[in-house]
C-alpha cells in the first residue's frame, strides 16, 4: 500500500551516531504508530500518536525520540544507535470510523544496521 | 496490561494438511482480535478481525472466550499460504483504545 511511506529504507550507521527515521500517509489518518520488529520477539510498538499534539509512549522507548511534524508525518529518532537497536523498524497508521479504525496499515519498513 | 502470546515461532504442514495457528491473550476486557499477515517482501497487512466472522482466504478464527483464545485455522493449506503471521489484540478502551497489542508471529511454510 503505497499510502505510507518510509524512508530511508536501508541504513547502516555507527554506535552514536544520530539517525532519524521518516514517515509519510495519504490516508489521511489521525494515528500513527512506530514498530520494531526483532525475530523471536515480534512487533513491539515504540511510541504512538493520535493526532498531531498527541505523542506518547509505548512498550519500549527508551532510546527513542519522535515528532509528530504534521498529520501526515511521524519521524523516529535514535540520538545515540546502539547495535542492539538493530532492527526492522515499521510505521503504521490508522484512522477512525469503519473501517479505517481496526486495520492498522503499515508501511515498507526500514532495516536497521548499527555497526 | 494486555498481552498476546503465539507458542509457535515456526510451523510447517504440507500442502492439503489442515493448519491452525494458536494465539491466546490476556486482557481484562473485552477484546478485540485479529490476525495479520506479511508475505514474503510485501508489507504487514491485515487478514481477518474476529468481530466480522469473516473467513479471508479460506482462513477462519474463532474467538473463544473461555479459553483466551483466537487460533487461526485452514482446513486445506497452500503453498502460497506460507508467511509470517501475528495474532494481535486492540484495547477497547482507556488508554489502550486503538492500540495493538501483536504476539510473537508464527513462521507458516506450507511445503509441496
Known amino acids: 500500500d503505497a499510502d505510507v511511506t518510509q524512508t530511508p529504507r536501508n541504513r547502516i550507521t555507527k554506535t552514536g551516531k544520530r539517525i532519524m527515521l521518516e514517515c509519510s500517509q495519504t490516508?489521511?489518518?489521525?494515528?500513527m504508530y512506530w514498530y520494531r520488529q526483532d525475530p523471536g520477539l515480534g512487533l513491539q510498538l515504540i511510541y504512538y500518536?493520535?493526532?498531531?499534539?498527541?505523542?506518547n509512549k509505548g512498550e519500549i522507548s527508551d532510546g527513542y525520540s519522535v515528532s509528530r511534524q504534521a498529520q501526515a508525518k511521524f519521524s523516529l529518532s535514535l540520538e545515540s544507535a546502539i547495535p542492539n537497536q538493530t532492527a526492522l523498524y515499521f510505521c503504521a497508521t490508522n484512522g477512525q470510523g469503519y473501517p479505517d479504525q481496526e486495520t492498522q496499515y503499515f508501511g515498507p519498513g526500514t532495516r536497521l544496521l548499527v555497526l | 496490561a494486555q498481552r498476546v502470546t503465539q507458542p509457535e515461532k515456526l510451523l510447517s504442514v504440507f500442502k492439503g494438511a489442515p493448519v491452525e495457528l494458536k494465539c491466546n491473550y490476556s486482557?481484562?476486557?473485552?477484546?478485540?482480535l485479529f490476525w495479520y499477515v506479511q508475505y514474503s517482501r510485501q508489507r504487514l497487512q491485515l487478514l481477518l478481525r474476529h468481530i466480522s466472522r469473516e473467513s479471508i482466504k479460506g482462513f477462519t478464527a474463532d474467538l473463544n472466550k473461555g479459553e483466551t483464545s483466537f487460533h487461526l485455522k485452514k482446513p486445506f493449506a497452500q503453498e502460497e499460504d506460507s508467511a509470517m503471521y501475528y495474532c494481535?489484540?486492540?484495547?477497547?478502551?482507556?488508554?489502550?483504545?486503538?492500540?495493538?497489542?501483536f504476539g510473537q508471529g508464527t513462521i507458516l511454510t506450507v511445503h509441496p
Open positions: 500518536s493520535f493526532d498531531v499534539k498527541d505523542i
Open positions: 486482557y481484562s476486557g473485552s477484546p478485540e
Open positions: 494481535a489484540l486492540r484495547g477497547a478502551g482507556g488508554t489502550s483504545y486503538g492500540k495493538l497489542t
Open positions: 490516508k489521511g489518518h489521525d494515528r
